[in-house]
């Protein structure tokens, strides 16, 4: 019962004080970079079974990609694409369907096989607001090499099919 406790409390404290990654109303460009087929397929976390994604070519620059619930089944839509900023590549997502688009960023790296792909969060403690994409892509671009610059957890996603 002490064990059912403290799994239970350890999850309340991991989901308050769990980050998200930096949000703007703007992306970092519009979409350009073509499709890495890589990134295509079905991925898995490699620290947690909780979810699967899928990722799917939407059009010639954009990914869609399907998030599914491992317990509920429930599946929810984003649109992505990649923006690169002196040779580092950049998810910018979205949620499919949403009235006002937010979008989120991640420094992104796929292995040459593609089997695994390692997701860096945008640091949400970012505090400038920008007007203009450009704004933002100057900003990231004098930023990325500060360590500060990411979340200390990466999320790393291994291909499952």
Do not use: H
């Not at 010639?60 to 040779?87: H, M, P, Q, V, W």
Request: charged share 25%; hydrophobic share 35%; proline share 2%.
């Amino acid at each position: 019962m002490k064990t059912i406790r403290l799994v239970a409390l350890l999850a309340i404290f991991s989901i308050a004080f769990m980050g998200c990654p930096y949000s703007a109303e703007i992306a970092i460009d519009e979409p350009a970079v073509k499709i890495d087929e890589k990134l295509i397929g079905k991925w898995e976390s490699k620290s947690s079974s909780d979810y699967s994604y899928t990722v799917t070519k939407s059009d010639a620059n954009r990914y869609k990609i399907e998030k599914k619930s491992a317990s509920s089944g429930d599946i929810t839509e984003y649109i992505g694409f990649l923006s690169k900023i002196e040779g580092n590549m950049y998810m910018n997502v979205y949620e499919d369907g949403s009235t006002t688009k937010t979008y989120y960023f991640y420094k992104i790296e796929i292995t040459t096989s593609g089997a695994k792909c390692t997701m860096s969060p945008v640091t949400e403690n970012i505090t400038e607001k920008f007007t203009t994409s450009a704004e933002m892509k100057k900003f990231f671009m004098a930023n990325q090499k500060n360590s500060y610059f990411f979340d200390k957890d990466q999320d790393v996603y291994i291909k499952a099919d």
